[in-house]
């Protein structure tokens, strides 16, 4: 509990901001719900074939994982709070149209042929008969969906979207308690609050209700409206980063570097955006600008034609910027130092015991539980390339994010995991690194990627990013990511650290 606190009161600047971000992306879900769902049911009701399909519908919805939905929309929204808002109001439709479909059908008959035989309009009937009788049913659809909004807008951190979810992301990367709960509490609390403050207007009558949530639209628009009249108009740069420590690092790095000395450029980062398909898709459908690839990956993952590794990184380098700008009309910027490059790690007992020294001892033990990052799982350069060239085949395969599967394996939970040879675990659970005795693995330096016509526009970016050209050690970035993912400091204080001590940025703020 002391750490939660002392690391809410560090941050809470952040926290605050982030809470108020979620707080923004569930009231404009909602209201959008309420827009939508209560209007289209009442205009429903007498037309049930039509509503029982529409119900059918938003229950179909439902069962599709909000993940799916969300990298759905990216090449046709975009990322941010666009398609989160989207996927939050898919998702809340049904509670919400559901109960008012429902309340509003069953009223009971008698009750309507006296209004009939009163000689009462349909609107009338609707606003003081049905209304009224189904409100309580209403405001419990819509209490159902407020919970379910707030805490599926975590989510909208995976797609640059902001709010609490950034503190559970940045929890279960970094391994940092303090951050994942205060992130999943004040979700939480949230969802409580907003419950409670439901339940307190089922006892405020319709028409001040209805007006009510006029007046909040409205405010709520007009808010947003000035916000965006009276924002500065400087050019946005989007960068976006990969989940973990270190592609944190890294953007947070770039963006000192653009935006020193810059005042008319601001740089917006998207951390934790997801694996390398869904960067890549990103950066050609112009969603993002910038983000940090790695050679190796270019060459297994992304371009055509180069599937057998060359372990020079010179070579490795020119040939992923060849084929990036040829194939895709992309442009590589130079690369940093060190290599990140993939590897298998065990325990010094598992080691030990089982007399493991390279990649081709694993081949006799495929008894071992294996623990994976989805993308290593599923990659030409992970695990299927690994199973051709040093036929491994475990019995067992897990996909785990970084952190949990360190943890897994120094617990004895797996036998075996892969790994970055810049990952601070290795050395926090003194794990031993397997010699890639085939060189499977090829190259992977750092480097910005981006599309050409983006380089061409913008030569200063391109100037201040080269700075990082050959900079950078292998040691350098394990002592950073060590600071980021153990010890818990700032990904952004340690960036900047970095480069005021080697003179890449000027030492005053």
């Known amino acids: 509990m002391n750490s939660v606190i002392a690391y809410f009161s560090k941050n809470e600047q952040a926290i605050i901001s982030a809470l108020l971000q979620h707080i923004e992306l569930s009231v404009i879900a909602v209201l959008i719900t309420i827009v939508i ?5 009442a205009a429903l009701i007498n037309h049930h074939k039509i509503g029982e399909f529409i119900l059918q519908v938003t229950s179909v919805i439902q069962t599709i994982p909000s993940l799916a939905i969300l990298g759905i929309l990216i090449p046709f929204v975009g990322i941010g709070t666009v ?14 149209f559901q109960n008012t479909y429902a309340g509003l059908t069953n ?24 209304f009224p009788l189904a ?54 609390l949230l969802a409580l609050l907003a419950s409670g403050l439901i339940r307190i207007l089922v006892k405020v009558p319709l028409k001040k209700l209805v007006i009510g949530v006029a007046v909040l639209v409205v405010l709520f628009g007009g808010g947003l409206g000035m916000k965006h009249l009276m924002t500065p108009k400087v050019e946005n740069i989007v960068i976006a980063g990969k989940m973990g420590g270190e592609p944190e690092i890294l953007i947070n790095m770039y963006k000192d570097l653009i935006e020193e000395d810059n005042p008319h450029v601001k740089v ?16 050609r459908s112009q969603k993002i600008d910038i983000y940090p690839e790695f050679t190796g990956t270019v060459l297994q993952s992304l371009v055509k034609g180069h599937t057998t590794p060359d372990p020079n990184p010179v070579t490795t380098y020119q040939t992923a910027k060849r084929s990036l700008l040829q194939q895709f009309q992309m442009s590589y910027l130079k690369p940093m130092q060190y290599q990140n490059g993939y590897g298998l790690t065990v325990t010094r007992t598992t080691a030990r015991k089982d007399h493991l020294k390279t990649f081709s001892d694993l081949k006799n033990h495929p008894e071992l539980m ?14 299927p390339g690994l199973q051709k060239a040093y036929g491994l085949h475990f019995h067992q395969v897990r996909t785990m994010e970084p952190s949990l599967r360190y943890e897994a394996l120094a617990k004895g939970k797996v036998g075996v995991a892969d790994a970055y040879t810049t990952d601070p675990q290795i050395k926090q659970y003194h794990l ?34 080269n700075k990082l050209a050959g900079k950078v050690t292998t040691s350098e970035m394990q002592k950073m990511n060590y600071q980021v993912t153990v010890q818990h400091q700032k990904a952004s204080t340690v960036a900047k650290t970095y480069l005021k001590t080697h003179h890449l940025i000027n030492k005053t703020d």
């Not at 159902?144 to 940045?170: D, E, N, P, R, S």
């Open 83 to 96: 398609p989160a808002v989207i996927a939050l109001v898919l998702y809340a439709i049904m509670p919400v």
């Open 432 to 465: 031993v690194l397997l010699k890639d005795n085939q060189h499977f693995f090829p190259p992977y330096q750092g480097a910005p990627l981006m599309r050409k016509q983006f380089m061409q526009q913008h030569p200063d970016v391109v100037k201040r990013l």
């Open 370 to 383: 294996a623990a994976f990052d989805p993308d290593f799982f599923q990659q030409a350069d992970g695990y």
């Open 268 to 283: 917006t980062l998207k951390r934790n955006f997801g694996g390398t398909s869904f960067l890549f898709k990103a950066l």
């Open 135 to 188: 409100l309580p049913m209403i405001i419990s659809g819509i209490r159902i969906a407020v919970v379910m909004v707030i805490g599926t807008a975590t989510l909208a951190a995976l797609i640059g979207g902001g709010g609490l979810g950034t503190y559970i992301l940045l929890g279960i990367q970094t391994n940092n308690n303090a951050a994942l709960v205060v992130g999943a509490v004040l979700a939480a």
């Open 107 to 130: 009223v009971d008959p008698l009750l309507i042929e006296a209004a009939d035989a009163l000689g009462v309009s349909r609107r009338f009937k609707l606003f003081r008969v049905q």
């Open 37 to 41: 769902a209560i209007p289209l049911a």
